[in-house]
């Protein structure tokens, strides 16, 4: 049995077929069933059930997944480690966040990185604060951007994200410098899916406060409800580190008996695997970055502060 074959193997469950699993791992599709034939006569399992064109994991497959991810990533750390004995600064560092963190942060921090670190190729991932945390323990990835919260895992905090009311310039709501949750009780709310973190502080500081929103949409998107608030079809629920608020659109801070609304962000990362020296320096530039400039930070200078976890 060959490393190899149990990424082909992964790579086709998680692309839910041969030809997409291929291309991740640059085989045709040929090549990748050879080996997955090979892998599972060697093993005397199927693996998978072939429908049609589709292809679907046995509970075989199934079980035996998890395993070979385990082993994938073990395999990974080991080859970490050997490069940072030998003093290599080259390697594959693999980064989990929501895909607006990587557009207004990550993104724009990138290149600094890159360009002090030319042997690292930086692998963004696009998951949620569910999927991280199953990641970082099976070492699919080193670093995950999320919520504070899992005390479990190493972390160095980054910046705050509140949450906030964005409505029309004529709503008559916008003379109030921050907006009480219960003034919501009898609008109309725009607010974003349950993937968004700032969706599971807005429904708890709604349970705190006996507030029953009346939510008219619930989207992924913050860039449409944003724009459904600018023309006055409610008021929308963001996270303060959107990207952009378009004009006309007035934005007040949401707060809970004069508290804000929201968490601090953090990098985080598994302290029972290695973390390759040049993984340590995108944590520190990062979190430096994270002082001199976060997104939204325009946003909440009249917000009350967070409390900053000890």
Sequence with gaps: MKLS????????ADSGGFARGAARVRLTQSAASRQIASL?????????ERIGRRVQLTSEGDDLLKRARRLLADADAFGDRARALR????????????PQVIETF????????LNGS???EVQLIDSGRARQIGQL???????????????RFENRLLYPIHALAAMSRNHRLRKDSALEIAKL???PVLILNRDFGVRAWFDAACDNARVTPRVILESESPHMILALARFGHGIAVVPSNVDTVPSGV???PLIHRGQSVGRWSMIAWNRERFLAPYAKRFVNELVDEAERAFPGRNLIRRSPPLSRPG
């Design 5 to 12: 074959q149990l990424r082909t193997f992964v790579s086709i």
């Design 40 to 48: 599972e006569q060697e093993l005397d399992v199927a693996l998978f």
């Design 87 to 98: 003093g290599a600064e080259s390697g594959t560092l693999r980064v989990s966040a929501r």
């Design 106 to 113: 990550i993104a724009p921090f990138l290149p600094r990185y």
């Design 118 to 120: 030319p042997g690292v």
């Design 137 to 151: 323990d099976r070492g699919e990835i080193h670093l995950a951007v999320m919520a504070w919260g899992i005390e």
């Design 185 to 187: 009780a009898d609008e």
């Design 250 to 252: 007035c934005v007040r």
